[in-house]
């Protein structure tokens, strides 16, 4: 799959990318009906492609399998990540069922059932969750008669948004990479941001440590405009000197910031706020104004973002 094109669905990846958080995610949050027929021990990141060349702009998911306790069939687990409320998405969950389907048909032929998918949605938006729970309420007019024949699908939704710190829970890898995402809107992101270096510490290995931070501020950087990398450094040099994890980082990465890209990150960041104002505004942009913001330098997207807020039509923000 390609490099997936927002600052979210890159730090959703590479986090939940790495098994002990999505192993930890799952034992806390599956129902305990669920936990109790499957072995979390047997988790992996399945290899298999359910994306058709249609979805590959539009998905940001994971796939799963885990096998189930006494037996050698085994489950898929589904996660669709969503950094805003999306109407259709049963829509687009109940293609990759049955993708993975096909998918599964073609790998075992003689097959004459069809492994379960459990589809989960992992929400973390600045508006609420406000979209249809259930296939078929998306059909309409829906008589009696025809209920049978309508799919009777749905999915599992963890919204993090509406969640109090408290109520997150997990390992340290675990609640960090959540409250990373519910805080990512923060329009003061460096109270947040102080509290997640805190929790950071809290990791043992150095190594761990270390990755997990640098993927942490590149999406905080990128995702959230009113962060800046002359603040991060701030944050960064609030660190006790004697933590060896911090200084790490600091000496392997800050010093080389600009080397490393803070400035092309920051440039997307702003990039993707603006493709966001653009669609809320006037509709879904098409390719060519995709191409266009970026390829445009920072001056003139800051211009840009500064007139949508005035402007009625899009060619008068990017005239």
């Known amino acids: 799959?390609?490099?997936?094109?927002?600052?979210?669905?890159?730090?959703?990846?590479?986090?939940?990318?790495?098994?002990?958080?999505?192993?930890?995610?799952?034992?806390?949050?599956?129902?305990?009906?669920?936990?109790?027929?499957?072995?979390?021990t047997t988790l992996e990141i399945s290899k298999?492609?359910?994306?058709?060349?249609?979805?590959?702009?539009?998905?940001?998911?994971?796939?799963?399998?885990?096998?189930?306790?006494?037996?050698?069939?085994?489950v898929?687990?589904?996660?669709?990540?969503?950094?805003?409320?999306?109407?259709?998405?049963?829509?687009?969950?109940?293609?990759?069922?049955?993708?993975?389907?096909?998918?599964?048909?073609?790998?075992?032929?003689?097959?004459?059932?069809?492994?379960?998918?459990?589809?989960?949605?992992?929400?973390?938006?600045?508006r609420q969750w406000r979209v249809p729970a259930s296939f078929q309420d998306l059909v309409e007019p829906l008589p009696e008669a025809l209920v049978p024949y309508v799919p009777q699908f749905r999915y599992a939704l963890h919204?993090?948004?509406?969640?109090?710190?408290?109520?997150?829970?997990g390992e340290v890898l675990t609640r960090l990479v959540q409250l990373a995402l519910r805080h990512i809107?923060?329009?003061?992101?460096?109270?947040?941001?102080?509290?997640?270096?805190?929790?950071?510490r809290q990791i043992a290995d150095q190594t761990t440590a270390t990755e997990i931070l640098s993927t942490l501020l590149r999406y905080y950087v990128q995702a959230n405009t009113r962060l800046d990398e002359e603040t991060v450094r701030t944050l960064l040099?609030?660190?006790?000197?004697?933590?060896?994890?911090?200084?790490?980082?600091?000496?392997?990465?800050?010093?080389?910031?600009?080397?490393?890209?803070?400035?092309?990150?920051?440039?997307?960041g702003v990039s993707n706020v603006l493709l966001r104002q653009i669609e809320r505004k006037f509709g879904p942009p098409s390719e060519s104004v995709r191409a266009r913001i970026a390829s445009a330098d920072p001056e003139t997207l800051l211009s840009w973002s500064e007139r949508i807020l005035t402007a009625d039509t899009l060619d008068a923000v990017l005239h």
């Not at 919204?159 to 829970?169: F, G, L, P, Q, Y």
């Not at 809107?185 to 950071?200: D, F, H, I, Q, V």
């Not at 600009?258 to 400035?263: E, F, T």
Request: with cysteine.
């Open 76 to 126: 898929y687990l589904l996660f669709e990540h969503k950094s805003r409320p999306e109407h259709w998405v049963l829509l687009q969950l109940l293609r990759y069922v049955v993708a993975s389907g096909e998918e599964y048909r073609k790998q075992h032929p003689q097959a004459r059932r069809l492994p379960p998918v459990y589809p989960l949605v992992l929400y973390h938006g600045s």
């Open 1 to 40: 799959m390609d490099e997936l094109g927002t600052p979210h669905d890159r730090y959703f990846r590479e986090s939940f990318g790495r098994l002990e958080i999505a192993r930890d995610f799952l034992f806390q949050n599956l129902p305990a009906a669920l936990l109790a027929e499957i072995d979390l």
């Open 159 to 169: 919204d993090i948004s509406v969640r109090t710190n408290a109520e997150i829970k």
């Open 48 to 74: 298999d492609t359910y994306v058709g060349e249609d979805l590959s702009e539009d998905c940001s998911d994971l796939v799963y399998r885990v096998a189930c306790r006494g037996a050698e069939l085994q």
């Open 237 to 268: 040099k609030e660190t006790p000197s004697g933590d060896a994890i911090m200084q790490t980082f600091i000496d392997r990465y800050i010093e080389q910031g600009r080397q490393q890209g803070w400035q092309k990150g920051r440039q997307e």
């Open 185 to 200: 809107y923060s329009r003061e992101p460096t109270g947040p941001l102080r509290e997640l270096l805190a929790l950071m």
